[in-house]
């Protein structure tokens, strides 16, 4: 257990260096307070949300955004063959109609409810977590595990719901042997981003090629 608590610091850097971009910079969201930036991060964690590669994902992210899909109102403005094809040549092609009509129908509620401005959403709730969850998966397609990649990755923009890990990035520092209270990691990243650690962990947690590669590392530094 001491040896566990003497590595855990190395654990976490090298955890942050080598997997602490968010999932929102692969899809290349710049993520900001704004309209735009926060409906691309919400079309994110739609498509996350479903049992695919997290890599297709963020590949299919960016071809809908590629091809004029950025904000809600041109989601719904676009045809529903148009999110197909953009979906499939991400990758997306086992859920691509199912989240075509996802995608329409997400973007007229997020029109009808907010504006097109989930900061509407956050004002609503005034930053409770459990709330903005509630909120969060009336939009079709996004059930807990989604709105939990929504608000993990949001903190970076909206503090009042950091730091969240949530229960995968807690799944994830139990994997590399580190503490799963979150407070703990918190400080253990030190001034580095929650929503970068929370990216990272969740990583560890999804795949266990990055747990052995930094609990090798810590123990060779050590």
């Known amino acids: 257990m001491a040896d566990r608590r003497r590595r855990a610091p190395s654990v976490v850097r090298a955890l942050l260096d080598a997997h602490g971009s968010t999932y929102a910079e692969d899809a290349g969201i710049r993520l900001r307070d704004t ?3 926060l409906y691309q991060l919400l079309v994110l964690s ?12 963020v590949a299919s ?9 950025r904000d809600a109102r041109r989601m719904a403005d676009a045809s529903w063959q148009a999110r197909v094809d953009a979906l499939g040549r991400g990758g997306y092609r086992r859920y691509d109609e199912r989240t075509s009509t996802q995608l329409g129908e997400g973007a007229e509620l997020v029109l009808r409810d907010y504006g097109g401005d989930l900061r509407r959403l956050r004002d609503a709730a005034g930053d409770d977590d459990g709330e903005l969850s509630r909120q969060l998966q009336k939009v079709p397609g996004l059930g807990p595990m989604g709105a939990d990649i929504f608000l993990r990755e949001v903190q970076r923009v909206w503090p009042g719901v950091a730091p969240r890990l949530g229960d995968k990035a807690l799944q994830g520092a139990r994997r590399l042997g580190l503490p799963d209270d979150p407070a703990e990691l918190v400080r253990l990243a030190g001034d580095s981003d929650p929503a970068a650690l929370a990216a990272a962990l969740v990583r560890a947690a999804l795949d266990k090629s990055v747990v052995e590669e930094l609990v090798g590392e810590a123990a060779d530094s050590s």
Not at 61 to 69: I, K, N, T, Y
């Open 35 to 37: 309209p735009q930036p």
């Open 61 to 69: 992210a960016r071809e809908l955004f590629d091809a004029g899909m």
């Open 46 to 57: 739609v498509l996350l949300s479903a049992r695919i590669r997290s890599t297709a994902a």
